[in-house]
């Protein structure tokens, strides 16, 4: 009889357990079927600067960092300094420390450090959010649903770019170049339109990105340096005149 009971128990929990996986996967598609067409655009990329479609899967599939990586080997093409690549990209992805702080209250505490390792991994702007809206304590087997198709999608994408580089015109190559810039538009331009200190923040940095390009000897800083400052100049003037008002 406890035999019976503990394998019902075992069953019960399997069962559970795989409900949640299928959650997670569920609302992961949107994000992944996303994903897949700013991948390709970074699997052109790569394969025009002179990477394999294999090596700029290798790439996707161990850096799931998006913006990071379209800077990461935009760098790396124009051999940037070790020093200005780990900065540019810790300045880059040190968002994603931040989300995994915070979702860290919400999962479950029997979760495994491994298992914590593999989920942070997979956190994205997208993934972060909709695991956020979700109520209650969020098991180890959701997030990783969650994390599964996009981490997919990423990778398909970038690889269904790089190999398609060498059978697509250049100048058709040159008009997918521009997808890139308007995620980033429209990534920022709801936010800027719903607040006012968004919207300076970006213009200052906007501003001191003219000044690095166009401002004698400021020219002569090197683009990921000058990304560098121009956020932390931002953010730092943002902090300042706009903090965040805690709730008491």
Request: glycine share 8%; hydrophobic share 50%.
């Amino acid at each position: 009889m406890k035999e019976n009971i503990n394998l019902n128990l075992t069953t019960n929990k399997y069962i559970r357990n795989l409900d949640d996986y299928i959650a997670g996967l569920k609302k992961g598609i949107p994000i992944a079927l996303g994903y897949i067409s700013v991948s390709i655009t970074f699997g052109m990329m790569a394969a025009r600067g002179g990477l394999s479609p294999f090596m700029a899967l290798i790439i996707s599939m161990t850096n799931l960092t998006s913006a990071g990586q379209f800077a990461g080997i935009g760098l790396i093409f124009n051999t940037a300094s070790y020093l200005e690549i780990a900065l540019t990209m810790f300045i880059i992805n040190i968002r994603y420390m931040l989300m995994s702080l915070s979702l860290s209250q919400k999962l479950q505490r029997k979760i495994p450090l491994i298992q914590r390792c593999v989920i942070s991994f997979g956190i994205t702007d997208e993934t972060f959010t909709l695991a956020s809206l979700e109520e209650g304590d969020i098991s180890s087997e959701f997030m990783l649903g969650i994390i599964t198709l996009p981490y997919l999608g990423w990778a398909l994408g970038t690889f269904i770019g790089a190999i398609t580089t060498t059978i697509l015109p250049n100048s058709l190559q040159d008009a997918l170049g521009i997808a890139l810039y308007a995620m980033f538009i429209a990534l920022i331009i709801p936010q800027v339109k719903i607040s006012k200190p968004i919207f300076i923040v970006v213009l200052i940095a906007i501003i001191f990105s003219c000044l690095f390009k166009f401002v004698p000897y400021l020219n002569k800083v090197s683009c990921g340096f000058a990304v560098i400052m121009s956020s932390i100049i931002a953010s730092i003037i943002g902090a300042y005149f706009f903090p965040v008002k805690e709730d008491l």
